[in-house]
């Protein structure tokens, strides 16, 4: 009876510490790497004029009205991204924009994601692992409808421009919610609007087309100064075919239908132009030459063969790595393999109409370039090693680490954020690594370096 007691006792703890609605993991795949070949991609594009649209274009196509959107957005006094007009003194991640019946509306822009602060000003194109998606935001999303329909009737020309960004913020309002501060959740957002759209052009239906997931997975964000270098996008290498399509998530917010989808598209040959020609920032501590020049050896000869070589001759192989190799945090590539989107995606407009763009995730992550990796800390798909230095040596990523939250607490030495060793999850920054789909492990390809080594391969890291 004892015996029988215990082995009750321990299947309820293991049913109460697990977490509901996590995908299979996915099996053994039979490969180990994979090559992802290059797709025709549309080279027109303007770099200005792409800029030109992502800081004051319409392509999200829907928002509050500017009235209240400057009061939640808040004000801009820096001017970041340097407009002119009414632009000029708001928020860098919200942009103000006309709606389809001429009304001024505000809303979020591409850089709420992609910039990022660091030591002090905003990095254009780099991922922002500053962002904290644990609110909840699907409270916000029935509030705002709520609010908007009470201040101005659903008769009014505020709320035919609120209107279609008031569908998608209540379909993904309650998805998006994590727990993990920096992971953003990007991928479940796209996957929880489009549900809501016709598939052949891209309208609003009540009906999902299919179930969301319970457990909402997250992960870091990749700068856009790599787009130039890949054949696929997003960390599973999903995103393949044309570009322009792939890359305009934002616009999934707000606009109306496919018509609308492809004026976005036509100006995104300009965006992924102006993607192309980003470069990141240069490694703004001293840099020990000689070491460096080690470090080049050892790169080449232990990392180049995923991660390509840089210089002169650079190279990029665009490889996956299976989750068999890589080892890393398994959820987020097992969920790939089997959401429900891929096959919404493949049969929807985006992929049967031309320039094609389509889904095809693999059981693995694509190893990224590393052009400008000292600036893009945390490490690994997820945001859960704090430096390179801990990425290089498993044996000292810690299980709990908190940032101050200021984005000038940059440690040159480990290369990466600074942080304190916690003993639990407590406070504001903390990154829980127990949590399912955030784990700091695999990626112990550095564990094979001796220390001596390990410390040229960082030196040579600041200098890409």
């Known amino acids: 009876m004892k015996k029988l007691l215990v082995f009750i006792i321990l299947i309820l703890a293991y049913a109460c510490s697990t977490y509901k609605g996590l995908p299979p993991l996915a099996t053994d795949n039979g490969w180990k790497t994979k090559i992802i070949p290059p797709h025709p991609q549309q080279e027109e594009g303007n770099p200005e004029a792409g800029y030109e649209y992502l800081v004051y274009g319409n392509y999200v196509g829907s928002g509050l009205p500017y009235g209240i959107a400057k009061k939640q957005f808040g004000k801009n006094p820096k001017n970041v991204l340097n407009r002119e007009g009414i632009n000029a003194s708001i928020n860098y991640q ?15 822009n591409c850089f709420t994601c992609h910039a990022g602060p660091l030591n002090g000003q905003v990095v254009l194109g780099m991922g922002n692992s500053f962002s904290d998606f644990r609110s909840n935001f699907g409270l916000f999303a029935q509030l705002a409808g709520f609010g908007m329909s009470l201040k101005y ?19 993904s309002g309650k998805h998006i919610k994590t727990n993990q501060p ?4 990007a991928a479940v957002l796209a996957e929880a609007i489009v549900r809501h759209r016709n598939p052949e052009d891209l309208t609003y239906v009540e009906e999902p087309y299919y179930e969301m997931p319970k457990y909402t997975i997250a992960t870091d964000v990749p700068p856009l100064w790599n787009v130039k270098k890949k054949n696929a996008l997003y960390y599973t290498a999903v995103g393949r075919g044309d570009f322009t399509k792939l890359l305009f998530q934002a616009s999934y917010l707000g606009i109306e239908d496919s018509t609308a989808a492809r004026q976005a598209v036509e100006n995104f040959k300009d965006v992924v132009a102006w993607m192309k020609q980003i470069e990141p920032p240069k490694y703004p501590y001293p840099i020990d030459q000689e070491l460096a020049e080690a ?25 996956v790595v299976s989750l068999d190799v890589v080892k890393t945090d398994p959820y987020y590539a097992s969920y790939a393999v089997q959401a429900p989107i891929v096959e919404w995606y493949n049969k929807s407009w985006f992929a ?30 997820n945001g859960s ?15 709990f680490w908190e940032r101050s939250g200021r984005t000038s607490d940059y440690d040159a030495k480990k290369v990466g954020w600074n942080y304190t060793v916690k003993k639990n999850k407590k406070g504001k920054w ?9 784990s700091n492990v695999g990626h112990y ?20």
């Open 94 to 108: 919200a942009t103000v924009f006309p709606a389809k019946n001429g009304l001024m509306v505000a809303n979020g």
């Open 295 to 319: 470090g080049q050896t050892i790169f080449e000869e232990h990392c180049s063969g995923c991660h390509g070589t840089y210089g002169e001759n650079e190279t990029y192989p665009n490889k």
């Open 445 to 464: 390809f550095g564990d094979k370096l001796t220390e001596e080594e390990r410390k040229k391969v960082i030196e040579y890291l600041k200098t890409l």
């Open 385 to 399: 090693v704090p430096t390179i230095e801990d990425l290089l040596n498993s044996k000292q990523r810690p299980k």
């Open 153 to 171: 009737g659903k008769k009014s020309l505020e709320w035919e421009a609120f209107e279609d960004l008031n569908h998608y913020l209540k379909a």
């Open 182 to 185: 920096g992971a953003n959740p």
């Open 352 to 381: 049967t109409s031309s320039p094609r763009s389509y889904f095809e995730p693999e059981a693995g992550y694509i190893a990224p370039p590393l052009d400008g990796i000292w600036a893009t800390a945390p490490y690994l798909h």
């Open 430 to 438: 903390t990154y829980d690594t127990t949590l399912p789909s955030y």
